[in-house]
């Protein structure tokens, strides 16, 4: 199993960045697809990014060229990192590992096991 702890969410203006950092414990990290989601107020959960064992990586179209997926498995860590910030992007912030199924990098819930608690993420205008 995996513990998985956010940290790095907050305030920001329109326009401005976020690093989210996602802290793992327990067996097995880099054997991990490990993933990115979001929920906004009334919305559904949505897959933000994703990271392969080998470092692919797999962005929502709504997040390409803005955010950054990275992992360090020798710290058992993944990381977003947010520019450009947009008003459409507030949200709780999760991160998430899955076993990698073959098609775990359509990032949708059920193929992730282990979830952390969230960030929140405010972006002001």
């Known amino acids: 199993q995996v513990q998985l702890v956010e940290s790095g969410g907050g305030s920001v203006q329109a326009g401005g960045s976020l690093r989210l950092s996602c802290a793992a414990s327990?067996?097995?990290?880099?054997?991990?697809?490990l993933a990115w989601f979001r929920q906004a107020p009334g919305k559904e959960r949505e897959g933000v990014s994703g990271?392969?064992?080998?470092?692919?990586?797999y962005y929502g179209d709504s997040v390409k060229g803005r955010f950054t997926i990275s992992r360090d498995n020798a710290n058992n860590a993944l990381y977003l990192q947010m520019n450009s910030l947009k008003p459409a992007d507030p949200a709780m912030y999760s991160c998430?590992?899955?076993?990698?199924?073959?098609?775990?990098?359509?990032?949708?819930?059920?193929?992730?096991?282990?979830w952390g608690q969230g960030a929140q993420v405010t972006v002001s205008p």
């Open positions: 327990g067996y097995g990290y880099s054997t991990y697809c």
């Open positions: 990271i392969s064992t080998t470092f692919t990586t």
């Open positions: 998430a590992a899955a076993r990698c199924s073959p098609r775990w990098w359509r990032l949708l819930q059920s193929s992730f096991s282990f």
